[in-house]
């Protein structure tokens, strides 16, 4: 089923929705230069989520191999987890879709020409330097 942007069915979470079906926007819709503010501004949250991000793999994996870990325990786990979802939620709070974390996907609603688009950015990009058009996903990003 595709709803408010997400897919949840089997299908690839980024597949976009099912054929000839586009859930309409409701959130704000950001300018290139916008999307690339945003940015820029969010990155140090970016970097954050990145952190957490590895710290709660390598405790996971500490835990699981040994039962201890450096980096604590259950407690610790669950409020890396509480950590990553604050850090999501303030993108969202900004219109962001969160596409991913691993690696981080951030997509922001746009328009080019028309058409309903989203801005793409993915870890390791320097800018947003890609887009693709609502229905197409991932597979469908163009170079801006």
């Known amino acids: ?3 408010a942007g997400r897919d949840t069915t089997a299908r690839g979470a980024d597949d976009g929705p099912p054929s000839g079906h586009v ?7 950001f ?9 820029a501004t969010l990155r140090p949250r970016v ?10 793999a390598e405790l996971r994996v500490d835990l699981a191999d040994h039962g201890a870990s450096a980096l604590g325990g259950l407690a610790e786990v669950k409020a890396l987890e509480a950590r990553l979802h604050t850090v999501v939620e303030e993108f969202h709070q900004h219109g962001i879709e969160v596409k991913g974390i691993a690696p981080v996907l951030l997509d922001f609603p746009g328009e080019r020409d028309g058409r309903a688009v989203l801005w793409c950015w993915l870890e390791g ?20």
């Open 31 to 39: 300018t290139l230069a916008q999307a690339r503010h945003l940015v």
């Open 23 to 29: 859930v309409p926007h409701t959130g704000p819709v």
């Open 125 to 144: 990009d320097t800018d947003v330097r890609w887009y693709h058009r609502v229905e197409c996903g991932f597979a469908g990003r163009r170079p801006v």
């Open 47 to 56: 970097d954050e989520l990145i952190r957490h991000r590895a710290d709660l």
């Open 1 to 3: 089923m595709w709803a």
